[in-house]
């Protein structure tokens, strides 16, 4: 790949993806071309295509991006202090006010958001699968510390998954959140991380 | 009200349920009238106003009928035999057995009737209402025999509650389910009944 030295690729391709997600947001998926994308940018769309093979992988980009940025505040609780109990509070606590927000706070972005994801679910897969990986860390890491006792380390990640479900689907996020103290969402975790702790998967 | 000696208006009322229910099956809730549930039923449309004050009270009769056929085994599982966790765990499985039976096994039907259940919001409401009666009735019952312990009836039973919306909402259920076994709601189960027996919300 080639590109104008002054533009290095890694700025290059922000830039498209962050003029596409402005496009997209402004005139919806229907409506946003690669070619308005590339006059945005004041560029051929042959700069484009450089970068992102077609439409769809430009897309799917901007998608991803859109779901990466939730992920950096979660790792950090994944990776930071505190217990693993209090760190899965903090998780899907975490988790649900992003989801709020994405929901709640700019509807019109999430309908786009929506909208696209039907078209790349590879994206949303992918997005599940690291949200699984975060909460296996957490589990494996109370395991280990001799917090939490369970058989098997999917089968108990699937279920405080499946549990917290409605506090975290953005069908059901606006219907079951309860205000910024989350009290139903921490009703659950607290039965879910005692049966973690009692051993009632194990 | 009045209505010919020969039929009784209890029988009438389930006549005209079934009708209407028949119609509204086979041409959907926008291609079906009361005249046209009347000519099937071989009577005046006044008939059934007599019986319905309108086409809406008709419609709510129907979808309360069909939610409330599901409520005989569920409360049969209440009242009958068995520890307050068994009684969780087959309530909640039956639960899923006939939403499952409902959104798969029957589709075009079930279509009527989520589109009829979005006219009348009050009978889901009721409907909701019942099973959270239902559910506590299950934790009442083991608080008062010692094996569970919480401090507010009502925040217990919506923590279990929204714990296994995954395993009954019927947007979810065919995503969440996992075969006949339901291992999955089990897990989740599992968890939910070890917070209530270990006093997670006590």
């Known amino acids: 790949m080639t590109t104008s030295p002054d533009i290095p690729p890694p700025d290059l391709r922000e830039r498209i993806l962050t003029a596409a997600e402005e496009m997209l947001r402004r005139y919806g998926p229907a409506k946003t071309s690669v070619v308005d994308v590339a006059r945005h940018l004041n560029m051929s769309h ?4 450089r970068v992102f093979a077609s439409k769809e992988a430009l897309r799917a980009a901007v998608v991803d991006r859109w779901l990466a940025r939730a992920h950096a ?3 950090a609780i994944v990776t930071g202090p505190g217990t693993p109990p209090e760190k899965l509070i903090a998780w899907f606590t975490c988790l649900a ?3 709020l927000a994405k929901v709640a706070g700019d509807p019109e972005l999430f309908a786009t958001y929506q909208a696209l994801l039907h078209q790349v679910p590879e994206v949303i897969d992918r ?3 690291w949200l699984a990986e975060q909460v296996r860390a957490m589990l494996a890491e109370g395991r280990d510390a001799g917090l939490f006792r ?3 380390l999917d089968a108990a990640a699937q279920a405080v998954l499946d549990a917290t ?3 975290r689907h953005p069908d059901m996020i606006v219907a079951t959140n309860d ?3 989350h009290r139903k969402l921490r009703a659950v975790l607290a039965l879910v991380i005692a049966g973690l702790t009692s051993g009632a998967l194990a």
Request: glycine residues 10%; charged residues 20%; hydrophobic residues 30%.
């Open 150 to 152: 369970f058989q098997d």
């Open 179 to 181: 205000g910024p103290e």
């Open 97 to 99: 006010d992003q989801k």
């Open 46 to 49: 042959g700069n484009i295509y």
């Open 165 to 167: 479900l409605p506090f």
């Open 127 to 129: 997005h599940l699968a």
């Open 73 to 75: 505040p979660l790792t």
